[in-house]
């Protein structure tokens, strides 16, 4: 390892200044007379996308090909925490043969609504599978001497008006749901690299947030790597480096580097915050040279063949009535829609990827069962935006002496893509459309999905099988032929819970708010932590998912019946498969508090493991619960606290389906909590169904006024000020459209893409300051100073603005 602290001695200001931003898109400064070398990072996180040609101003460009792995939201359905390190570990060997120092993954953002965009990308709804998750991907591609950078840190649920957006959350939320899983994933993993997300929370940009930053990641968890900003994330550089913010990326004329330098000279910035940035930088580089000074090749058929396997583990059978599936042999199978041969496997956005090869459904189903044993037809149109009752009579048609229909459907491209969410939680009108006319011809209909998030199923019970594929990568339509005919027994868990309809999603009434701010009033209650502590009923619940065998659990066994706070209790139990095939099964652990003086959910998931069982076959099998898995955030001590008592461990294979339940005292040994305000706050402790939470309930949660919620006026705009919202002015119309016109230009022909769509919507809510990311070396921040001037009616003092900064 280079001497880091004697380079830095060696640096002027401005070089190691220059080092905390980037050179342009992808690549890292170095300086050639201290030998520092450039490297790259790239794109994630479920496959490697790295751009053929120099990235245009937004990184969009095609990339070279490589493995598409399945999506985060398949990958946390495997629940199998060696295979989510596999992948990670086959992703670093592709980063290490294109010479990548860093992936930019996992994405550990809680699913706190199904209608988020990017929920694709991001693992689960509950903190602890999402963390678990997170981490073994992590030291997956760490093994191989590459980095990754965990993200979007933090409270980054949505995309709607995500680079302006103020997360109200207050802190027992924001500790227990959303960093609890970042917490996992720093602690027992290290990324090299943790990613600053777009977004406010609680009035402050999360770039420059010194409690999440400094506080929280850095001092409390121990995080010994850099922090990089999202790629225009940033709003004032000399704050975020104080609060940790190490790295501003991409690289843009913006003027920061040279604020550095000014904040240093004039004593604003103590210069040993820049080294010990810079020291943080250097080491990831040097880290990243030993990796990259080796050639690679890694082997893309073993990838392929991992993916696969991938895939099937994280599929989900939602529903096998009668024991329809597997398919029995030498029966003719009707395919029907047209994500049979174009498959949808992946998301749209950033993580959009060229895959190495790309399998269709009908095509391996067809090298299994034979040609002769399956008839297509498509059934909707690409986009399925209404019923084609042609291709619909078609598709009735051709299954007309078919023994099983097998319908695919999902969700379009359209429907999820980075930088938009969702309105609501339906399916295309030609996908619902078709599989209800299929349910009222035929019996055996098996419906097979191909989607990144939860969706409303109208016609759940008017066919007797669902297979839930989720995006499966470029493998997934061989997996989900495996398990169709049996060569493969389903195993997958769903890590997020479907509820029938989206209204009964308790964050419904706050998703996505804006204009400024989006408050997060269900608190704690996300997910199955709402629904079943209100009892709610669902349309599958977290957890779920079925097997061609049977399993049956017996012999709980707690290490101690009584232990303190600072002892772990070992959950010991056995399971059997009593079915006739080999499987795989999920043991889930909850823990509930019996008794608190706090509000708390009716149980949390505390642990979990994934065990493989021949048919007869009994395993016995521990898991560890630690002081954290009975411990709330103690928001009057400002730290995790366990009140003594009566918990209760219970063994499920889903939330729902509970199983075994034994019983542990907790002495703690801390103080006693001081008194909560339990009369403001009683909405929490008795969370009512289907009921809104008030405002001043929300209030007295967060323990400050509520801040207003509307667009700035015309004499208020700043540079973080959407360019749509100031279309009020004219200056403000006309570069609008300038930008969007920019945007459509860049596009070309494709005005009708998914890419198109999150081009339009990143130009529409992209802060004034994020022109100079995209105006490259044309626009300075005094041009960007005296256009905000004019903007505000400040007409002639933004034209002296202008002409000063031309001239310089």
């Known amino acids: 390892m280079r001497d880091i602290k004697g380079l ?28 520092i070398p450039r490297v790259m990072v790239a794109d994630g996180p479920h496959g490697l996308r790295k751009e053929l040609d120099q990235a245009d101003h937004i990184g969009l460009n095609e990339s070279l090909p490589a493995t598409c792995f399945p999506t985060a939201s398949a990958l946390a359905a495997t629940w199998n925490r060696d295979l989510l390190y596999q992948v990670g570990a086959a992703l670093g060997e592709e980063c290490r043969q294109e010479k990548v120092s860093v992936i930019l ?33 992590i030291n997956g591609v760490q093994s191989q001497g590459v980095g990754t950078s965990l993200k979007h840190y933090a409270v980054n649920n949505q995309e709607t008006r995500r680079m302006s957006i103020d997360a109200l959350v207050d802190e027992r939320a924001l500790r227990e749901i959303y960093l609890a899983g970042f917490e996992i994933a720093v602690k027992e993993a290290q990324p090299w690299t943790v990613m600053g997300a777009y977004n406010r929370v609680n009035g402050t940009y999360c770039c420059e ?60 910035l103590d ?63 009707a395919v029907i829609g047209r994500f049979a041969k174009e498959p949808r496997y992946q998301g749209a956005g950033s993580s959009l990827m060229n895959p190495s090869r790309l399998d269709n459904f009908y095509a391996e189903l067809v090298k299994l069962v034979g040609e002769e044993q399956v008839s297509y037809a498509p059934g909707y149109t ?42 609501h939680m339906k399916m295309p009108p030609g996908h619902d459309a078709l599989i209800e006319r299929l349910a009222a011809e035929f019996e055996k209909v098996v419906v097979v999905l191909s989607n990144g998030a939860p969706v409303e199923m109208p016609w759940v019970d008017d066919v007797p099988a669902i297979l839930e594929g989720y995006l499966g990568g470029q493998a997934g339509a061989g997996a989900l032929a495996d398990i169709l005919t049996g060569r493969v027994t389903p195993c997958g868990k769903l890590a997020e819970t479907f509820p029938i309809h989206l209204e009964d ?138 009140e003594s008592g009566s918990f209760e461990i219970l063994i499920g294979a889903s939330s729902r389906d509970l199983r075994l339940k034994g019983e542990v005292e907790v002495v703690s040994s801390q103080p006693e909590a001081p ?27 967060l323990g400050r006024p509520l801040p207003v919620n509307q667009l700035p006026r015309k004499g208020e705009f700043t540079m973080n000020t959407p360019l749509k919202d100031m279309k009020d002015s004219f200056i403000g119309r006309v570069l609008f459209n300038l930008i969007s016109s920019l945007g459509k230009k860049e596009m070309g022909d494709d005005q009708d893409s998914p890419t198109t769509l999150l081009m339009e919507a990143m130009m529409a809510e992209m802060p004034l300051r994020g022109i100079l990311m995209a105006g ?21 003092k933004g034209l002296r603005e202008l002409i000063r900064s031309r001239k310089r």
């Open 382 to 423: 690409k986009r399925a935006d209404y019923p084609d009752e042609i291709l619909i009579s078609e598709a009735v048609y051709t299954a007309r002496d078919a023994d099983v229909v097998l319908v695919c459907a999902g969700l379009t491209d359209l429907y999820e893509t980075e930088g938009l969410d969702r309105t």
């Open 209 to 268: 947030h010194p409690h999440l930053m400094a506080e929280i990641l850095k001092e409390e968890w121990g995080h010994e790597g850099l922090v990089v900003s999202d790629w225009g994330a940033m709003n004032e550089r000399v704050p975020a480096l104080k609060a940790g913010v190490e790295l501003e990326m991409p690289g843009a004329n913006n003027g920061n580097d040279e604020l550095i330098v000014d904040a240093v000279k004039s004593g604003i």
């Open 505 to 642: 999603n308790p964050s419904h009434p706050y998703f996505p708010m804006g204009p400024a701010t989006v408050e997060y009033r269900e608190s704690i209650y996300v997910g199955y932590r709402y629904f079943d502590s209100v009892n709610e009923e669902v349309l599958f619940p977290f957890g779920h998912g079925l097997s061609y065998t049977t399993f049956e659990y017996r012999d709980l066994v707690l290490s101690s019946p009584q232990i303190s706070d600072t002892e772990n209790l070992t959950v010991s139990l056995k399971v059997k498969n009593t079915g006739g095939l080999a499987g795989k099964e999920v043991v889930q652990v909850y823990v509930r508090d019996v008794e608190s003086t706090v509000f708390r959910p009716e149980k949390e998931l505390k642990g979990f493991a994934k065990l493989s069982l021949e048919p007869g076959e009994e395993k016995q099998i521990s898991i560890e619960l630690s002081q954290r898995a009975f411990a709330f955030y103690n928001t009057e001590l400002d730290r995790w606290h366990v």
């Open 8 to 35: 830095i001695s060696q640096m002027t200001v401005e070089e190691k200044a220059s080092l905390c931003s980037g050179k342009n898109f992808w690549e890292l400064k170095g300086i050639d007379r201290l030998g």
């Open 776 to 796: 490259g070396d044309k626009i300075s921040r005094g041009m960007l100073v005296s256009v905000l001037e004019m903007l505000n009616g400040r007409f002639f």
């Open 675 to 701: 008194d909560v305000d339990k009369d403001n706050l009683s909405v929490y402790y008795n969370f009512p169904k289907g009921a809104p939470v008030s405002q001043e309930a929300f209030q007295a949660l």
């Open 105 to 137: 993954g996992p994405g550990a953002n809680i699913k706190r609504s199904p209608l988020c965009g990017r929920n694709f990308e991001y693992f689960s709804e509950d903190p602890y599978l999402s963390g678990e998750m997170a981490k073994s991907y």
């Open 271 to 333: 210069e040993s915050v820049l080294d010990a940035a810079v020291e943080r930088i250097l080491a990831m580089i040097f880290k990243a040279q030993k990796t990259l000074s080796e050639d690679y090749v890694y082997d893309a058929q073993t990838h392929h063949r991992l993916a696969r396997i991938v895939a099937a583990e994280g599929a989900v059978l939602l529903k096998n009535e009668g024991g329809l599936l597997p398919l029995k042999g030498g029966i003719r199978i």
